[in-house]
């Protein structure tokens, strides 16, 4: 099949990338001449795993790049949109993007096309994009409009992408189905994984994926109410490990008794310093304004990003309650992504609470293994950025764990307390269990467990201290 991907963002990248590796050729468009020539010439802008195999596999053969829509509509029989769809001030979803690539497919159209929306679109986008391409001069039968949203998450989209829980085929018409099973049809039917050149499995692979076909307007529900669910997932959470901290229980045992009920499931029931990304807080809002213009108050949606807010808050009161005053205070943080295994920084809870760090008149130490370069450029210039954990704990009144990068969770913990100024850890994501941190001599706070300090008893000598466990 040869299909055109409109946005070589994170999504239009990875599915370009993975529809090739199914064997289809593809265009991937983009209307930035920068990005373009950037891509051509082998550079890959985003970190992701199995991502610059896959571009150096295809490039050239069945993957090529352009800044031609015209052209890649006419040689395409499929044209997958995915450029941003950032909120406006408002909250919903700014669709202009969206519009003007449709009215250019419908200036270029040249035989029957299936226009696919990838991007994250509020529920009626099908029939807009309908109606524009009518209003551009295409014919009514030589198009359909079809919604197969993605459900990639970042750091692991190309396994997301290649081994999903499901496909999801938004089509009102057969015709247009057909075409979309037949481009999924590698990943249906199974013939994908035999490969010995597949992308490897992840854990939990549910192979071959379940094809669900629904109405286009289903498809993109579906989307919005998939992100939304996942987002008050933590929000619940979130608001349980408040309790938990104040009624003294531990909130891993809490996710441990409520996630092994195959109703609730385990995944996603992390607390920490609440959800971030660029798409969690905009699609939430996005569905907010879509229910609201559809005259549903969903006011659910409003607690989920009000409980995630607070749960920042929440971190800094901690961060206040650990060190008294802020001012002057030299802080080591951990993570700057706005979750680990990725550089991206949109929306991350880990940058805006350094910016209120700063704000407050602490001086900052931060670490992270990919997101530096993209957090110099938001945060001020007066954020100290070293090269591994140690440095950033070097001297410093306390150390922040703000993402869930695997390596912060295998520090070398005695190499760690020697080089703060006093070990006090704050830990947003429950990277250690606490007895351990305490056997180690921190001071340990986490989200919705008790904080824990050692306490020294000193008794026969000075040489036979022992450390006990006590709850601060
Ligand atoms: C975006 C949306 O944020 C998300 O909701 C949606 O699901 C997919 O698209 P992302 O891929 O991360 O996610 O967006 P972004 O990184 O902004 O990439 C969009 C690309 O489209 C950019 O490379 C941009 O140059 C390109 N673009 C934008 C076009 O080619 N044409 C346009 O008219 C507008
Ligand atoms: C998300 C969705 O998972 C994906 O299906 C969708 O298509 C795009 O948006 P992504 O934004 O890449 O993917 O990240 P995700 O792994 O979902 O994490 C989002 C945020 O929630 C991160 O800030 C993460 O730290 C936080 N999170 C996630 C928690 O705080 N606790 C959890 O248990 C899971």
Not at 9 to 17: F, I, K, M, R
Not at 96 to 119: C, D, F, L, Q, T
Not at 122 to 133: G, K, Q
Request: proline fraction near 5%; glycine fraction near 8%; hydrophobic fraction near 40%.
């Amino acid at each position: 099949m040869r299909i055109a991907v409109v946005g070589s963002g994170y999504v239009g990248l990875v599915a370009g990338a993975c529809f090739a590796d199914l064997g289809h050729e593809v265009v991937l468009v983009d209307n930035d001449a920068q990005k373009v020539a950037a891509l051509e010439s082998g550079s890959v802008p985003i970190h992701e795993q199995f991502l610059p195999e896959l571009l150096e596999r295809h490039q050239g053969s069945r993957l090529t790049f352009s800044g031609n829509l015209a052209k890649a509509v006419r040689a395409s029989s499929a044209i997958f949109v995915a450029v941003g769809t950032p909120p406006n001030d408002a909250g919903e979803a700014d669709l202009s993007y969206v519009e003007s690539v449709a009215r250019e497919v419908a200036g270029a159209i040249n035989g029957y096309k299936v226009v696919v929306e990838k991007s994250t679109v509020p529920v009626y986008t099908s029939n807009w994009v309908r109606t524009i391409m009518l209003r551009n001069g295409a014919e009514p039968e030589s198009f359909d409009v079809a919604s197969n949203p993605e459900f990639l998450r970042e750091g692991t989209a190309v396994t997301d992408f290649l081994y999903p829980d499901r496909i999801v085929l938004g089509a009102d018409h057969e015709r247009c189905a057909a075409v979309l099973r037949e481009i999924y049809a590698p990943l249906t039917s199974g013939k994908y994984y035999q490969r010995p050149d597949a992308v490897p499995a992840p854990e939990r692979a549910n192979v071959p994926p379940p094809l669900i076909v629904t109405s286009a307007k289903s498809a993109e529900l579906i989307k919005h109410a998939s992100n939304a669910f996942l987002a008050m997932k933590i929000s619940f959470v979130n608001a349980v490990a408040s309790i938990c901290e104040s009624v003294g229980a531990d909130v891993q045992q809490v996710c441990q008794g409520i996630g092994s009920d195959s109703r609730i499931g385990k995944r996603f029931l992390n607390p920490g310093i609440g959800y971030g990304g660029s798409c969690f807080p905009k699609d939430l809002t996005a569905f907010r304004a879509v229910a609201r213009e559809c005259g549903y108050e969903f006011r659910l949606l409003d607690e989920v990003i009000r409980i995630n807010e607070e749960q920042r808050h929440r971190f800094l009161r901690k961060v206040r309650s650990a060190l008294w005053t802020l001012r002057g205070k030299r802080l080591g943080v951990l993570g700057l992504a706005f979750k680990g295994g990725t550089d991206d920084i949109r929306e991350s809870p880990a940058v805006l609470l350094v910016q209120t760090l700063l704000q407050e008149g602490c001086t900052v130490a931060a670490y992270d293994p990919a997101a530096m370069d993209r957090a110099r450029v938001v945060l001020p210039a007066n954020v100290n950025y070293v090269s591994d954990p140690y440095e950033a704990a070097s001297g410093a009144d306390a150390l922040l764990i703000l993402t869930e990068w695997e390596e912060f969770a295998a520090l070398d913990l005695p190499r760690l307390r020697v080089r703060l100024k006093y070990p006090i850890i704050i830990d947003g994501r429950n990277l250690y269990h606490p007895e351990t941190m305490t056997a180690h001599g921190f001071t340990y706070y986490s989200v919705g467990r008790q904080t824990t300090t050692p306490e020294v008893i000193s008794s026969a000598g000075a040489d036979s201290k022992k450390i006990k466990v006590k709850n601060a």
